[in-house]
């Protein structure tokens, strides 16, 4: 049996990326999804490939927020949330705008605060416990420099993910709260940072110099770590961290001579 049968999930962020890879590995283990962005050619020709239901949201605007998850309740119950959407504004915060701070603080923790907002009571509505995966980042457990603001955010979701297992611990309600957090990945965000952040950047010779691995992760391996954590494989993780990074965190290893 597939592991992740007759269990709906809904994934935001879902038309590139990790969000994408993630999309077809838990429809490949037999769930049923709805898949939110802003992409809508992507995310639809997503959707009909994977068998999922598509929906133009901001994962920021709290008014489309009901609707994404009726249709995932549509589908039967919610079992799992994937919180993917993000983005990465590469600049000193000194010389980044307020509005581009707050778009960055919008988008990566205000969209993970109504995910589950919304989310985890529509689990609690099916009464059969759940799965919630927060996207964070190798940003959000050591800082880096010209990602202060990425950073800032990617630590508030690390730390709302622990504290959002703890509350459900509480309420008994069975649903278990992971963040993940990836390294250095090949994906298309690397082509599309903003003008004056050195774009575009090369993912494998950025890997090349600060991966102990020495290449970047792709994005179908995230997409593993993530089925793992909405499968009942993970049934007695809540409040952890699943670090993909190729060691980044680990430290560093000395290729000189090599």
């Known amino acids: ?76 119950r919610l079992d799992f949330l994937v919180a993917n959407a993000g983005i990465g504004i590469m600049c000193s915060v000194l010389d980044m705008s307020l509005a581009d701070w707050r778009r960055q603080m919008a988008i990566n923790v205000d969209g993970v ?74 994906t298309p965000i690397w082509g599309k940072l903003p003008p004056g952040a050195n774009a575009p950047l090369d993912p494998d010779k950025i890997a090349a110099a600060s991966v102990p691995i020495g290449k970047p992760g792709q994005a179908s391996e995230i997409a593993d770590g993530i089925l793992f954590l909405c499968s009942d494989l993970s049934s007695h993780m809540t409040g952890a961290e699943l670090v993909i990074d190729g060691g980044m965190t680990a430290g560093r290893i000395n290729r000189l001579g090599t």
Not at 1 to 18: D, P, R
Not at 33 to 41: M, N, P, S
Not at 133 to 153: D, K, N, P, Q
């Open 113 to 186: 605060f109504l995910t589950v907002k919304y989310g985890i009571p529509a689990m609690r509505r099916a009464g059969n416990g759940g799965s919630v995966v927060m996207l964070s980042s190798v940003a959000g457990l050591r800082g880096s420099a010209g990602l202060a603001g990425y950073s800032a955010t990617k630590g508030a979701v690390r730390l709302f993910a622990k504290s959002m297992a703890l509350e459900c611990a509480q309420a008994n309600d069975g649903i278990r709260v992971n963040s993940v957090h990836p390294g250095i990945i090949a």
């Open 1 to 76: 049996m597939a592991l992740l049968e007759n269990k709906v999930g809904l994934i935001t962020g879902a038309a590139s990326g990790i969000g994408a890879a993630t999309a077809r590995t838990l429809a490949r283990e037999g769930a049923k999804l709805v898949l939110t962005d802003l992409d809508d050619a992507a995310g639809r020709a997503l959707a009909t490939e994977v068998g999922g239901i598509y929906l133009h949201h901001d994962v920021t605007d709290e008014a489309g927020w009901p609707a994404a998850i009726a249709a995932a309740e549509g589908l039967g």
